[in-house]
Each structure stands twice: as C-alpha cells, then as structure tokens.
C-alpha cells in the first residue's frame, strides 16, 4: 500500500488520491465584459482555449483540436499556447481585464488561486450529465476537488497525472562501472564519478531556474524521510526541519561542482534539452519529458526510475499536481466550450494526448492500452507506488498563494543558496515563514 502522511484530513484525502492515480493537462470570448458569468451561448461558432504548457504539448494539442473541429464542423477552436512558466501570471491578468478564454489548462497546483478569484465555472452537474460520468479515475477527481479551494466543486477535468523520474544515461554508467543509482548514496556517488569539468562532462544537471521549488522539495524530502509537508498539529510546516535543510545543503552543494554553470537559469525546456544533447549522467524531471529523451538518445541509452530511496529502502517524494482542462466563468460559448473538453478528454483524445506526454492517463479506458506497459518510467512508477516502498507528502495546493510562494517568491532566493549567498537554512525559515502565515489565512477563512 501507499503511505501517506499530512495531518490533516482533507490533505490525507488529496494525498491518498493522488497516490492512487499513480498506482495504475490570444482573445476570448466575452472580453467585452459583457458579463461575468457568460452564457450557454449556441453551442457552435468559435471558442478560444489556452494551453498551459505552450510549445512543449502544442503538436498533440493542435492534433486533438484538428479531431473535434472534424467530428464538430460548426465549431472552430482558436489555440493559444503559453509557455507554463507565463500561465498563472497570464491568467490573473486576463481575470481583471475580462479577458480570459472559453477553455484553458488548470493544474492543481493553480486550481485555488483561480477559483478564489471566481474565475472558473464548477463542472459537477456538467459532468454528472456526461459520458464522462464514471469513466474518470475517481482519484485524480477528487484531487482536482480537493486542491479547489475547499468548497467540494470540481473545477477542472482531469486529463492526465506525473510523477518524478530519475533520468540516467545507461550508457554512461556502464563505462564508468556504476551501480543503478537507486538509493540516494549511489546518486552522489555517480554525480561525482561522470563529472570532468575539463571536458565539459557533468554527472548531473540540477534546476535553478523556473520550477526549481518543487524539484528541491522532492529532494529535500528524499533525504530527509520526513512524510508529511505539516507537523502534528497541521499549523507549522516541516519545510525546515533540521533533517530538510541537511539535504538541501547537500543537493545545492552539487551546483558547479557535478553540474553545468548554466544551471543556474535553466527551466525544464533548458535542462531537458541539455540532458538530451550532451554528455550529463543523471536528470531530475517528471514523466513528461520521457518521449523526449527516447527522440533525442534512442531508448538504449536511458532509463527513467522512480525516485531513489533513502536508509531502509525507504521512498518518500512530493506530490506532482494532476493536470486537467477547464472552463473559465465569463465564457459567451459554455455550451460549445463544454464539448471540447468532453472531447479532449475522452477515451481516444485523452490516450493519445497521454501517450505523446508520456503521462498516466485520466480516463480509464485509455488507461488499459498497451503503450503504457510499453513506456517504462510510467510503469515503474505505478509499480513504486503500490509496492510499499513509497510515501508521498502532498504539497498545499489548495493554499491559493501556494504557487505564488513556491515560484516567484522563492526562485530567486533558491538561486542565492545555489551561488553560495544565502545559507540553505535561511532559505527555507524564509520559506517555512510564509507558508505557515498562508496556512493560519487559510485555517481563519475556512473556520
């Protein structure tokens, strides 16, 4: 079984459900603020919907859109792509301009800021009526409720789940006589055994620029064995616990030393693409960039594993959000909006929308074809979390300032602590600060 801990009932609840998923994603209409709650609208004419990972999904989501403009010829699908790291910024701007679009990505980990602002439409009754109604994973829709804020609606249709992957370049090791890098000692070891600066070879690649948060938890917690991201009495959060700042000392203190300089500013965009083409043995990222590596190196040169286990054999890692498509309030074109993400997440869109991110798959029949068996971190990574062998420590995202905190608040200070000028432990008391002022908000709003 998995095992979680979190302290407090409704997290337990998100953390359980996501571990379960595990085991087996311009101009809008009605930016004349015509209204904020939209319309039905005629169900056909021309919706907008905005993609929360532009560029890296743009391909298999332009691909699903060509499908429902051919099964609904009187709709027409205007496709925005924003890069993910723009997204939340984007669409808190397009919320106080009347701007936003009929459809566009929500991820749990942005669900509640969103939804506290009143900008999505709850789907519950929508989805009651739906063919949708019972094929979902249970799971992944109760995470998505349970990161909504707190008032048990369902505001985004999941598509899809991750999960983090220890990338390492078989090839690589194999030369060097290395071990697996299962256990986190074999990881240092090997980072420091494949790295020789002078000829520009790194055992490592580590993330320092957007998105690096939630790839150093993983770490931290990795490390440390700590289970759950609060204490005991759900008030204070574990971020700084002495066992997470040890690690965190640790993990930074890779910078420069196994990994490239230019690490430093590198999303997940960068430092796949570096990973791919370069000499580098080991890459932290998720299950998304699989199909990536497998174009750039062939599948003989790597395998993606599930995170490495501490003392005991021991995994614990942080959540990663379910991803999911929703539809925003002041759409003139619900009904029409309404179909697309039926459509999109349905058995054949949602298969192949899965396949080409090499992500597990919301809809249960698309869950049961063959490619999955067939791409090896996600079956490693459901195998690893029904196993016993893995504890997850699900992350606040139903605090809607959680992404705020964990990005832009804390991605420049994270880069300080990599260049040697803020200390680890003055990071997260940083860190540890805000999230718990963020949770006595929380705790005061919801009585």
Not at 29 to 49: L, P, Q, R, T, Y
Not at 140 to 169: F, K
Not at 223 to 242: A, E, L, Y
Request: net charge negative; hydrophobic share 35%.
């Amino acid at each position: 079984m998995l095992t979680n801990s979190t302290g407090r009932g409704r997290r337990t609840s998100a953390a359980v459900a996501l571990g379960a998923v595990l085991a087996l994603t311009a101009t809008a209409c009605g930016d004349d603020g015509s209204g904020a709650d939209g319309a039905e609208g005629s169900g056909k004419g021309k919706i907008v919907f905005w993609d929360n990972n532009g560029g890296v999904r743009t391909d298999i989501w332009k691909e699903i859109i060509a499908d429902f403009e051919k099964a609904n010829p009187d709709i027409d699908v205007q496709y925005v792509g924003i890069a993910s790291t723009e997204y939340q910024s984007k669409v808190d701007t397009a919320i106080q301009a009347d701007g936003l679009p009929d459809v566009g990505g929500i991820s749990a980990s942005m669900l509640a800021g969103f939804a506290a602002q009143g900008a999505l439409d709850p789907l519950d009754d929508r989805l009651g009526e739906s063919a949708l109604s019972g094929k979902l994973n249970e799971d992944m829709v109760e995470s998505m409720r349970a990161a909504g804020g707190g008032d048990d609606q369902l505001y985004s249709v999941p598509t899809s789940a991750n999960n983090g992957v220890l990338y390492y370049r078989t090839d690589l090791f194999e030369k060097a006589g290395l071990e697996e890098p299962t256990t986190w000692d074999r990881f240092y070891t090997a980072a420091e055994k494949l790295t020789d600066k002078g000829d520009n070879k790194f055992g490592y690649t580590i993330r320092g620029g957007a998105g690096s948060i939630a790839q150093a938890l993983d770490a931290m917690y990795g490390q440390s064995g700590i289970t759950s991201f609060w204490d005991s009495t759900g008030k204070k959060t574990t971020v700084n616990d002495p066992g997470n700042v040890t690690a965190l000392e640790k993990y930074a203190g890779l910078f420069k030393e196994v990994t490239p300089a230019a690490d430093l500013n590198n999303d997940f965009t960068k430092m796949v693409a570096q990973w791919d083409s370069g000499e580098i043995g080991m890459l932290n990222h998720n299950l998304g960039s699989y199909q990536d590596h497998v174009k750039a190196l062939g599948a003989e040169k790597f395998r993606g594993i599930p995170q490495p286990t501490g003392p005991g054999g021991k995994r614990v890692q942080v959540s990663n959000p379910v991803d999911g498509v929703g539809l925003f309030k002041t759409s003139e074109n619900k009904e029409a909006a309404w179909k697309f993400i039926e459509f999109a997440t349905s058995a054949q869109s949602n298969s192949k929308f899965n396949e080409s991110a090499g992500q597990v798959p919301a809809h249960l029949d698309a869950a049961k074809d063959g490619w999955i068996s067939e791409a090896e971190p996600t079956k490693l990574a459901a195998d690893a979390l029904s196993d016993g062998s893995t504890s997850i420590v699900q992350l606040p995202y139903y605090l809607p300032d959680w992404n705020t905190i964990s990005k832009a608040e804390s991605e420049p200070s994270f880069q300080k602590v990599l260049l040697g000028d803020m200390s680890a432990k003055s990071f997260l008391d940083g860190l540890a600060e805000k999230l718990d002022a963020a949770q006595a908000e929380w705790d005061e709003q919801m009585g």
